[in-house]
Structure formats: C-alpha cells, structure tokens
C-alpha cells in the first residue's frame, strides 16, 4: 500500500517540478532603440538594413564566472551572414549583454550617392539569429529587414 501512496505523490508532484525547473532563467529580445549607447527595452521584429540590429541577453540568474555569449546570424538566402562573440564576467544575479548586426551594403559611396539602395537588395527579407551561452544553444529568433 505504501509503494501505490508513494507513486501517486510522485505522479502528483513530478509535473509541478517540470512546470517550474523548465522556466528559463534569462530573457532575448531583439531592438534597434538605443539609449546612447544602450540597447533599450523596446521588443521588435521589424528593422530597417540601415539600423544596427541588437539581440539582447538578461541572465537573470546568473552564478559568478566568465561567460561567452555568440550569434549566429543567418541572412534571408540560408546562409551565415556574421558571427559574432562576446565575453563577459558576471557577479551572481542579473546581467544585461548584447550583440549586433550592422548591415554594410558595399559598394563605397560613390554608388550609394548615385542609387541610394545599392547593394541592398541582398539583405531584404526574413533573418535569423541563434544566439549560445558556453557553447548551449538558447534560442533563435526571426526577424525582417527591410531595405
């Protein structure tokens, strides 16, 4: 009787564990808002290919220690546009880093000073952007760009 007691508490208790240990500790959005030179909170999914392009990690629960934060930037044809990395040393609690995307079209500004969107085309459409933590994949997330 006590092994039936046991299993229906474990039955009872084991989704309560998974509901809370699958919370995650850190929050990603992508902006082209600044303050300054700080990434505001301002969620989009919409850019302009003359903005630079933020993706924005908060570690909320952070342990004391070197971390290194990388994306993968992935343009509209499938293919890897930039990479980008980041170390940062952060002190147990909350820690705000990001990484960007500039897009430079090419061409020198000569042509740009003749056509305006020169070079352009290429960076129009639907991004994508897998962002790691030591090496642990955390999330992708879409985006446009529209040029």
Same mark, same amino acid.
């Given at each position: 009787?006590?092994?039936?007691?046991?299993? %229906?508490?474990?039955?009872?208790?084991? @989704?309560?564990?998974?509901?809370? *240990? *699958?919370?995650?500790?850190? $929050?990603?959005?992508?902006?082209?808002?600044? !303050?300054?030179?700080? +990434?505001?909170? =301002?969620? *989009?999914?919409? %850019?302009?290919? $003359?903005?630079?392009?933020?993706?924005? %990690?908060?570690?909320?629960? #952070?342990?004391? =220690?070197?971390?290194? #934060?990388? /994306?993968?930037?992935?343009? @509209?044809?499938?293919?890897?546009? !930039?990479?980008?990395?980041? !170390?940062?040393?952060?002190?147990?609690?909350?820690?705000?880093?990001? #990484?960007?995307?500039?897009?430079?079209? =090419? /061409? /020198?500004?000569?042509?740009?000073?003749?056509? +305006?969107?020169?070079?352009?085309?290429?960076?129009?459409?639907?991004?994508?952007?897998?962002?790691?933590?030591? /090496?642990?994949?955390?999330?992708?997330?879409?985006?446009?760009?529209?040029?």
């Amino acid at each position: 009787m006590k092994t039936i007691f046991l299993c %229906f508490i474990g039955i009872l208790i084991a @989704p309560i564990y998974f509901a809370t *240990a *699958a919370k995650p500790d850190y $929050r990603v959005f992508l902006t082209a808002d600044t !303050e300054g030179n700080v +990434p505001k909170d =301002g969620p *989009a999914d919409n %850019f302009d290919c $003359r903005h630079r392009i933020y993706i924005v %990690f908060e570690g909320t629960e #952070l342990k004391k =220690g070197r971390y290194i #934060l990388e /994306g993968f930037w992935i343009n @509209p044809k499938g293919k890897q546009q !930039e990479y980008t990395r980041y !170390e940062f040393e952060a002190s147990k609690g909350k820690k705000q880093v990001w #990484l960007w995307l500039e897009l430079d079209p =090419g /061409g /020198g500004k000569i042509f740009r000073a003749i056509t +305006p969107s020169y070079g352009t085309e290429y960076f129009s459409g639907r991004w994508k952007v897998k962002l790691y933590l030591d /090496g642990n994949f955390l999330t992708e997330k879409f985006f446009h760009v529209i040029c």
